[in-house]
């Protein structure tokens, strides 16, 4: 899924919940939701060739961006709006692919028990679905981006 996604989602509890520690989990759980859903992201095949590891993270790194631009001006627009859930929601949600994907540590979380356990768990439920990732994961993502977003402004 799209950091996109999991951020916006977990921006989208915080602006519901105040309390951190509910966020905290609640994020973290909708980070697997998601991911067990149909969905395209940097990992996906783009074509029959896989893409360079440093052009997916560039791409990474532009979602990441992007997400938490839109989170900031949602802030801006919207004063009272508790920002600390939101950011907390926000981060949280994007935890888990920060835990395993970034390439500095990666290798090393993978084999470290309990992570191990959970790395192989996130990679697990993404499987099922992957056929449908395009048809149905597009269609999906933008939806939840959408939704996500009128949570925060309502």
Known sequence: MLALNH????????SQIDNIP????LAVVSHFVLDFLPHVDQGSEFSREELKPTFKYFLAAIDIFASFLIIILILM????LNSIPVITGAITGLLIDLIFNVPFWESWVKKVRPLSYIYYFH??????LKKYQYS???PLQLIIIFTSIWFLIK
């Not at 916006?8 to 509890?13: H, S």
């Not at 990679?123 to 099922?128: A, L």
């Open 136 to 138: 149905i994961g597009i």
């Open 22 to 25: 509910a966020v905290i989990g």
């Open 123 to 128: 990679n697990k439920i993404q499987e099922p």
């Open 77 to 80: 627009a919207r004063p009272g």
């Open 7 to 14: 951020t916006l989602v977990g921006a989208a509890i915080g």
